[in-house]
């Protein structure tokens, strides 16, 4: 996304855990085009830090782009629980910093949110939670803030995830080749695992929908991520009419 936004001739502030990783970045581009800052998300100081520098560096921040995180493979009977992330928040930011008031909160989420998937139930349960807050969040900022707020939601493409994924041996009761689990564990630990999908094309879709006027709280990236989100739906409306008949006569006196 740095690249996509320098390539656009546009400001990128570039913040990441080791800002040396892109020094071939910041020795290609002058510093009024490109601050790599360090920032670990789980640590507020940084959280901070980030935004006053950016700040100070270029006064008004026009796009968020929240990409914090990293995955999960395994059962959550197999899970530990200090693997938890915090998630970047701007919207103080755009609301009382920014003059005038807005900017683009752009949350690269995933079609994991829309449907549960074994071994993956806490990536998935982040993505649901991702999307609940991304609602939320449309339904509390003030209009007069000036704040879009967009979910994208890719489906899985050949990134650097995969490597990246903590993974934890599976639970010994999940151990039966035919369980859900075990079949995607197979399936990930395959040396021809291949993801289909262009990141840079998809990354420059994403550059595109941060400034359109109106666009969409959901942002399906991939007919991957397209399926998956139409079946979702329809299951969600067979559960609706299965629930019609019960409604009457709950009501309070």
Request: hydrophobic share 45%; with cysteine; aromatic share 8%.
């Amino acid at each position: 996304m740095t690249e996509v936004v320098l390539r656009h001739e546009d400001i990128a502030v570039a913040t990441l855990r080791k800002p040396e990783a892109i020094a071939d970045l910041t020795t290609k581009y002058p510093s009024d085009r490109l601050l790599a800052v360090k920032l670990d998300v789980s640590k507020e100081e940084d959280v901070i830090s980030s935004f006053t520098q950016a700040r100070e560096a270029f006064d008004h921040i026009d796009v968020v782009f929240n990409n914090a995180g990293y995955a999960l493979w395994a059962e959550i009977e197999a899970m530990p629980m200090n693997v938890v992330r915090a998630i970047l928040e701007a919207v103080r930011h755009f609301r009382e910093v920014n003059t005038p008031q807005g900017g683009v909160l752009l949350q690269l989420s995933s079609a994991g949110g829309y449907q549960g998937m074994a071994a993956n139930r806490y990536y998935c349960v982040s993505k649901f939670a991702f999307q609940g807050y991304t609602e939320a969040l449309v339904a509390e900022v003030g209009p007069a803030w000036n704040i879009k707020v967009i979910s994208t939601d890719p489906a899985p493409f050949p990134t650097n995830a995969p490597a990246a994924a903590v993974r934890i041996p599976p639970h010994p009761a999940y151990s039966n080749p035919n369980l859900p689990s075990a079949k995607w564990h197979s399936w990930v630990n395959d040396p021809n695992f291949v993801l289909r999908g262009d990141v840079n094309k998809a990354v420059e879709v994403i550059y595109k929908v941060a400034g359109l006027d109106n666009p969409p709280v959901r942002f399906l990236l991939g007919h991957g991520a397209m399926d998956i989100a139409k079946k979702k739906v329809a299951s969600l409306l067979a559960d609706v009419e299965k629930c019609a008949s019960w409604l009457d006569g709950i009501e309070a006196d």
